[in-house]
């Protein structure tokens, strides 16, 4: 895929991160139009069209209720610990850190709440690659300090390996070769959540290839 043909299906891409994500990708055997398609439009429903790199984290407590529904409340019973489920989603509103700390502490390989983890290894890069687990699972295989340095994730030669790393790793290229992207998006939603956008994104992709 050239670099125009995509630029067409993503107009607000950082170009940075899309000619590194398009370099990286054949190494990786993404290299057919249907792959080359699928693996972007994975890539940009997570990213905002590839546009954001790393999780912001930053939710009004309207938010955190609707998205962590059995975590947070807008009305805590009085005099119920802080440490309760769920708890005050007030106190986590707009407070990206400590939501991190709370929601991936304990989780994925992360130490619990409070020991830094949560935050240091939330979803960075193409991938939104998430958890210590992850992070020590992409180090051993490409020999990147993430452990060390998790910020790597944000430079676009590092995180596009990365992203191409956990596409092949993941088994989506047993999957990819067909002309729509459910079985993609159930392999890594568990579910079919984004669906609809990421098939755009597939059609589109794959008429600016043959347009």
């Not at 954001?52 to 947070?72: G, M």
């Amino acid at each position: 895929m050239r670099l125009d043909q995509a630029q067409r299906v993503f107009p607000r891409a950082m170009t940075e991160w899309l000619v590194a994500l398009l370099l990286e990708a054949p190494g990786f055997g993404i290299d057919t139009p249907n792959e080359e398609s699928s693996f972007l439009s994975m890539i940009a429903q997570e990213t905002g069209g590839l546009t954001v790199f790393q999780e912001d984290l930053s939710y009004s407590a309207d938010r955190l209720v609707q998205v962590w529904p059995k975590r947070f409340t807008l009305n805590p019973l009085p005099g119920t610990s802080i440490w309760a489920l769920p708890r005050d989603a007030k106190a986590y509103a707009h407070n990206p850190r400590a939501l991190a700390e709370f929601v991936y502490g304990g989780r994925m390989g992360n130490g619990k709440e409070g020991s830094g983890d949560g935050w240091k290894f939330r979803g960075k890069g193409p991938p939104m690659l998430t958890g210590r687990n992850n992070y020590t699972r992409a180090q051993n295989e490409l020999g990147i300090p993430l452990l060390t340095e998790p910020d790597l994730m944000l430079v676009p030669a590092v995180g596009s390996r990365v992203a191409c790393w956990f596409w092949k790793a993941g088994g989506f290229d047993e999957v990819d070769d067909d002309n729509d992207v459910r079985a993609e998006t159930r392999m890594l939603q568990g579910g079919e959540e984004g669906l609809a956008q990421r098939q755009r994104y597939f059609d589109a992709l794959m008429q600016a290839q043959h347009g």
